[in-house]
């Protein structure tokens, strides 16, 4: 089955608070994104790759792309307002067709190769695979009155990405209003009336976010030996 992948990457990175968005930021020498993309390529060669980008960021993109010898072939789409416009317009750029689509926030250059390899043999399977992981911590959930009660840890999931779908379910559930829920597109899909079937992410695929996950970002490179 034809496969592609959606690397979303239009954000500004206001959380993080640098002088350039956060994809660009280089961590061992080379920018987070490039990383990600290159990421991909080696896992899944055979697949069409999506970089959805600010559009006034495209030539920029082109000149670090050169920069850092990057020469991995892929498809640049305008991001939106939102990550869910963003996700949108990647998907509406893929003509219908069988197939099936891994979608993943440029900014999680850490992915399993392995996690990205199942999460489209199951997908293949289950119609989608949305990576997770178990929580370490206990929690706590605050109620509209401001106390809080501890709930059963074991009952939920952090997600992640990528979350993989068969391309024309994910296209079909896309065309649904954007909704305040809509954090990720397992939200979306499920909206669409679908099941969401879960696969173990892996605890390194963080979602580089604020100044310390760069910290962090740098440790992780360095154990890998790159
Ligand atoms: N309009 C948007 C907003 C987000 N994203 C992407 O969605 C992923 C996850 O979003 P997040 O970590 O929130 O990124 P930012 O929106 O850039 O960060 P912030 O919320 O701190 O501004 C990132 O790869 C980001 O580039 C996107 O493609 N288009
Ligand atoms: C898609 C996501 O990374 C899954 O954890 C997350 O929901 C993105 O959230 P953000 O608010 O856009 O950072």
């Given amino acids: 089955m ?8 239009g954000g500004n990175g206001s959380r993080m608070g640098a002088s350039i968005s ?9 920018p987070v994104l490039i990383r990600t993309l290159e990421k991909f390529a080696t896992v899944v060669p055979d697949a069409h790759l999506l970089l959805v980008l600010p559009e006034r ?5 082109e000149a670090l792309c050169a920069e850092h ?30 197939g099936l689509v891994a979608i993943h926030d440029g900014v999680r250059p850490f992915v399993a190769d392995e996690v990205i390899r199942k999460s489209f043999v199951e997908a293949e399977t289950h119609g989608s695979a949305v990576a997770v992981v178990s929580l370490k911590d206990s929690i706590r959930e605050i109620e509209d009155s401001g106390r809080s009660r501890a709930r059963e840890r074991q009952a939920f999931r952090l997600v992640q990405t ?4 068969r391309l024309e379910a994910i296209q079909a559930a ?3 209003g954007e909704l305040a829920h809509f954090t990720d597109d397992a939200t979306v899909y499920e ?25 962090f970002a740098a440790y992780l490179l360095a154990r890998e030996g790159n």
């Fill in 69 to 98: 010898g990057s020469k991995v072939a892929h498809q640049v789409v305008a991001g939106g307002q939102s990550r869910f416009q963003s996700v949108r317009n990647g998907l509406r750029a893929i003509p219908p067709q069988e």
């Fill in 22 to 30: 956060k994809q660009y930021l280089e961590i061992g020498g080379r």
């Fill in 2 to 9: 034809k496969r592609f992948v959606i690397i979303v990457a």
């Fill in 191 to 215: 909206h669409s009336g679908k099941a969401v079937h879960l696969i173990a992410g892996n605890l390194e695929n963080i979602k580089i976010t604020t100044p310390e996950d760069m910290e």
């Fill in 57 to 61: 960021d495209f030539l920029f993109w």
């Fill in 174 to 176: 896309f065309t649904a």
């Fill in 162 to 165: 990528p979350q993989t779908f």
